[in-house]
């Protein structure tokens, strides 16, 4: 980590610096509520927003990051290509088409959303071909378990810079997180707050925040970022905003650490990437 900050960053497999903590914007509304969210969370210091096309909010989040008087070049935008592109064999079309909505010159980073079997290799050479054109600055992957990923670095020139995950500490995926890790894959959590359910009110977690005078979503955000996991925890609202931002002034022990790794419970709550059906 470069600061204890917001602004922190890990330098990707490119050379890229990818904040490690930024705002998810799915379910963050219409483009107006999610232009009202991207510029109170620039406000308060994110730096990184992931959003996609099928969030549906891609100008909302174009618009706030023009506005928002941050230099392009200290923002890193992450948005993703949808199921219905990568079967069809748009890639291109639906880069060009996130670009336009978004209104900037270039994303920082570029995902495959889901992976579609049958499609992993030509969407890969897609995506490369994306990179050569220098619009998007990074590409990389989510979703993406390791018979993906194998089938993927069989073919691939570029190893995808991030793969990011359904990751909490419910679902902890160790040896995919350490084969990623293995290939300089970032690992990128999504759903870091398992949606606010059943997650926050583990007593585990609620000890440890407790010790801490920390909330359980700062426990389970710091464990990420300890941990060396990118985390893009999404709120809606300003109290929350600043809540999960909160992460980089206190340290979980070795102790809090081991106690959170044996929560794991192989438990999704989002779909289950071995079985896509949309
Ligand atoms: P999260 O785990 O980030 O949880 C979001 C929920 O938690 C919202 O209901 C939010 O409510 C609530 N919340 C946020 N902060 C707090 C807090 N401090 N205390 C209590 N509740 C809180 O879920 P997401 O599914 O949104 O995942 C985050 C991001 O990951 C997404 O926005 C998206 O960008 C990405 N993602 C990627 C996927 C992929 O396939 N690649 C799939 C799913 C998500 P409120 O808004 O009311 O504050």
């Not at 107006?32 to 406000?43: F, G, K, S």
């Not at 927003?49 to 008087?69: H, K, L, M, P, W």
């Not at 880069?95 to 290799?121: A, C, M, N, Q």
Request: aromatic share 6%; net charge positive; proline share 4%.
């Amino acid at each position: 980590m470069t600061a204890l900050s917001l602004q922190a960053t890990t330098t990707l497999n490119n050379g890229a610096q990818m904040p490690w903590l930024g705002l998810g914007v799915w379910q963050a509304g219409d483009d107006a509520a999610t232009e009202r969210i991207v510029r109170q969370a620039i406000e308060l210091g994110y730096r990184s927003i992931d959003t996609a096309r099928i969030y549906g909010n891609e100008r909302g989040v174009g618009r706030a990051i023009r506005d928002s008087g941050v230099r392009r070049e200290e923002l890193f935008v992450t948005t993703k290509v949808w199921t219905d592109d990568i079967r069809a064999g748009r890639v291109p079309a639906a880069f060009d088409r996130s670009l336009e909505l978004l209104g900037l010159e270039y994303v920082d980073l570029y995902l495959v959303h889901w992976e579609i079997p049958g499609r992993i290799t030509s969407t890969w050479r897609a995506m490369e071909a994306l990179l050569r054109g220098g619009r998007v600055k990074t590409i990389g992957v989510s979703n993406h378990l390791r018979p993906h990923l194998d089938e993927l670095l069989a073919a691939a020139h570029v190893v995808p810079a991030v793969n990011q995950l359904e990751f909490h500490p419910y679902l902890q995926s160790r040896p995919l997180v350490d084969f990623c890790r293995g290939r300089k894959i970032q690992v990128e959590a999504w759903s870091p707050l398992m949606q606010a359910g059943s997650l926050l009110q583990d007593r585990t977690l609620q000890e440890i925040a407790r010790r801490h005078g920390k909330s359980v979503a700062q426990v389970i955000l710091r464990w990420d970022v300890q941990g060396g996991v990118v985390t893009i925890p999404k709120s809606a609202h300003p109290r929350r905003l600043a809540e999960n931002a909160g992460v980089f002034d206190f340290a979980l022990t070795a102790e809090d650490m081991k106690a959170i790794a044996a929560l794991d419970r192989d438990r999704r709550s989002g779909a289950d990437p071995a079985d896509v059906r949309f």
